[in-house]
C-alpha cells in the first residue's frame, strides 16, 4: 500500500500535500473552506480522516468535478462564493487566480465608479465600518517621542 502514495496531489492547478486527510487538504486550494471540503467529501462517500495521498485517481478526479461545477452536484447555492455575479447574475463557485482576477475587477470597478467602499480601499482604510481613533494605524508612530540622551563631556 505504501507504493500507491503520492506525497504532492494536483487538484485543480494547485499541489496539496499528500499527508493531510481529505478535508483538511481541500482548504489547501483558495477559495474552498472546511464547510465546503467536508461537504464534497460527503456527497462523495469519501472517508474524511483517509489521507488523501492515498486516494485512487477516480476520487480526485471526482473532486475536481465537482470543484469545477458545484451547482451541478447536491451544494447548496449559500455554499458558493460567487452568488448573483454582478456582471452576469449568475451564482458561480470561483477557486485559486479566478478568485483573485475577480476580485481585483470588483475592486477596480468600485475605485472607478468612486463608491464610498472604492475610496475606502484606495485610501487604505478599513471599509466595513470599524473605528479608527486607536486601530489600523499604519506607517505613523503613535505616542511620546524618545530624544536622544546627551553626551558626557
Not at 54 to 66: A, F, G, L, S, T
Request: charge should be positive; hydrophobic fraction near 30%; include cysteine.
Amino acid at each position: 500500500m505504501e507504493d500507491d502514495f503520492k506525497h504532492l496531489v494536483r487538484i485543480s492547478r494547485k499541489d496539496v500535500d499528500g499527508n493531510k486527510t481529505a478535508e483538511y487538504a481541500l482548504t489547501d486550494i483558495k477559495g474552498v473552506g472546511l464547510s465546503l471540503s467536508r461537504s464534497i467529501c460527503l456527497i462523495l462517500g469519501l472517508d474524511l480522516n483517509q489521507k488523501i495521498g492515498y486516494m485512487p485517481d477516480e476520487d480526485v478526479k471526482k473532486i475536481e468535478d465537482i470543484l469545477e461545477n458545484p451547482m451541478e452536484s447536491e451544494i447548496p447555492d449559500w455554499m458558493l462564493n460567487r452568488r448573483r455575479d454582478y456582471a452576469t447574475g449568475k451564482t458561480t463557485h470561483l477557486i485559486e487566480s479566478d478568485l483573485d482576477m475577480t476580485l481585483r475587477d470588483d475592486l477596480n470597478r468600485m475605485k472607478k465608479t468612486r463608491s464610498y467602499k472604492g475610496r475606502r480601499h484606495e485610501a487604505g482604510l478599513p471599509v466595513r465600518g470599524q473605528r479608527t481613533k486607536a486601530t489600523f494605524r499604519h506607517g505613523s508612530s503613535v505616542g511620546v517621542k524618545r530624544t536622544r540622551p546627551a553626551k558626557l563631556p
